[in-house]
Structure formats: C-alpha cells, structure tokens
C-alpha cells in the first residue's frame, strides 16, 4: 500500500494494463490489495514480464492447427512487448524466490520439487491462488467455488498442492526437464549483507544473506550491529565527525591522549628537557686546574 501511495495509483494501473490485465482496474487504493477482479489466463501473461526478463508474451490457446494432411491451416502470432526494466525484473524473481523458502509457499520443497521456483500465493474469502514459474514453464492454479461462496482456506493451503503436483510432473518431460537458476542481466550486483542491519556483513554477523541490487544502489556501509562501526567500504570512507571522532581520538575508554600532546609548554615558553643530565663528577685534575684559574 505504501509503496502504491509513493509512486502514484495511476502508475500501478498503467503497469498492469501493460502486461495485459484488463481495463476494468482503476487507479484506486483498492489496486494494491489485489481487490480487482481477474482471471489466471491473464494472471499466467502478466506473470511473463518476471520469467522473461521484462517482456510480455501475450498467452493464446493453440500454436498451429494442421490439416490431415500436414499442411498449416492455422498459425498463432505471437505477440511480444517490452514492460519491465529486466533488472527490476530480475529482482523480482529473487522476490519470489524468496517467497517459496521462507514465504507463505515456504512448503513447495517439501512437496518433491527440487528445482529451483518462484511465485506468489493469494487469498481472499471466496477463492485461492498460487502463481509461480521455472526457467522454463508457468503455471498458475485458481481454487473456489462456481457460485463464489467462501472457501475459507489460504492459497497456501488449496492452490499450491496442486501447483506443486503439476509443475512435478510436468517438469519430468524433457521438454521442461532442464531448469535453471534465474540469470541476473547486465547492471545487477550482489553483495553479503548482514539480514538484521541490512548492511555489508562483517566476519562478525551471526547470518549473512546474498542479496542482489541494481548497480548504485548497494549497500556501502559496514554493518553496525557486529563490529562493522561507522566504518565503509574502501573508496567511499568519511572522515569521522562529532563525539565519535573525539572517542575515537581518546582511545578506548578514558585514557588520555597522547603524552607528548597533553604536556606540551605553551606558545613562546622553551620546553625543558624530560630528564635533565646529572653533573659530571670532576676528577682531581679538573679540580687543581681551577684552583689555579
């Protein structure tokens, strides 16, 4: 919702539209809960723009129809368009990959897949979702009931099962068999953050996560929390400013500074030697030469 009131309900809609849902979305604060109606077909074209690196691919029921004869009766126009910036797509991948292990579809792996997912359950009083894809293949599983009565159970719990025992099966065919990690595009970064602080993890942090951002947008700080300071990486450091410069200056605790520094004569006045040398002891010759100065 917050993240919808920043960049505008308009935005949100044009987007949508974009990637193929349809026209009876309005640029309402009801958009960012999901509260409009659409169907998985649309769901299923809309979910391409993450599976294809920004791009949308319009679905249709049949590629080709061939005649007894082999010959083409019917031949299906793919249609293809440019919505998302493929980095922000592939971030959102990692969003959704994340999802399935830790999320709400925290019990896909647990079902037989083993092979790398992403997706996104949905629930609402009547009905349950749950969209995902491979590199290879999407697949999008709608629960209710006709007449639109409640079905009081979580996407979790009603469209993933049958999600999973789908894309299990499916991807048994060679056709969809070799699945692979989803490939970040030229300007992505990853970086070792600590979780907690979000920041660079430090040999210290407890849990440290590999994250990916958009180029310029990383994390440059060492992580606060476990050692890490104010401290930053290596060509963006600060000098230290205010009381942490001052502690940093006095050492740890309350030693005082430097010795030399803190017992220095004041402006003009020539300092004394620390250990002044003791007088020579003069020998018995020195002595009868200055009785006879």
């Given at each position: 919702?917050?993240?919808?009131?920043?960049?505008?309900?308009?935005a949100v809609v044009d987007l949508a539209r974009k990637a193929g849902l349809n026209m009876d979305i309005q640029p309402t604060p009801a958009v960012a809960l999901g509260s409009y109606e659409v169907t998985p077909l649309e769901i299923a074209g809309a979910?391409?723009?993450y599976a294809n690196h920004g791009i949308y691919s319009k679905p249709?029921?049949?590629?080709?129809?061939l005649s007894d004869r082999a010959s083409n009766v019917f031949d299906a126009q793919a249609e293809h368009r440019a919505v998302l910036d493929p980095r922000v797509a592939f971030l959102m991948d990692q969003l959704l990959e994340e999802v399935v292990r830790s999320g709400t579809g925290a019990g896909m792996y647990g079902?037989?897949?083993?092979?790398p997912v992403a997706g996104k359950t949905g629930t609402s009083d009547h009905d349950g979702w749950f969209a995902g894809f491979t590199s290879r293949l999407i697949c999008v599983v709608w629960v209710g009931f006709d007449d639109n009565r409640p079905l009081n159970l979580e996407g979790a719990h009603s469209a993933?099962?049958?999600?999973?025992?789908?894309?299990?099966?499916?991807?048994e065919h060679r056709e969809y068999r070799n699945v692979s990690e989803f490939e970040a595009p030229a300007g992505v970064v990853s970086a070792q953050i600590d979780p907690a602080s979000g920041q660079l993890a430090t040999a210290a942090c407890p849990k440290v996560r590999t994250e990916y951002f958009i180029e310029g947008t990383q994390p440059v700080e060492?992580?606060?929390?476990?050692?890490?300071?104010?401290?930053?990486?290596a060509s963006w450091e600060t000098a230290p400013s205010g009381?942490?410069?001052r502690d940093r200056s006095a050492?740890?605790?309350?030693?005082?500074?430097?010795?030399?520094?803190?017992?220095?004569?004041a402006q003009g006045q020539e300092q004394a030697p620390a250990n002044p040398p003791k007088p020579k002891k003069k020998s018995l010759l020195d002595r009868l030469r200055s009785i006879f100065k």
């Open positions: 919702m917050k993240v919808a009131e920043e960049i505008g309900y308009d979910y391409t723009i249709y029921f049949l590629s080709s129809i079902r037989g897949i083993n092979f993933l099962p049958v999600w999973a025992e789908f894309m299990k099966r499916a991807h060492m992580c606060q929390l476990h050692g890490g300071g104010g401290t930053q990486v009381q942490a410069a050492g740890a605790g309350n030693q005082p500074r430097d010795r030399a520094a803190q017992d220095a004569p």
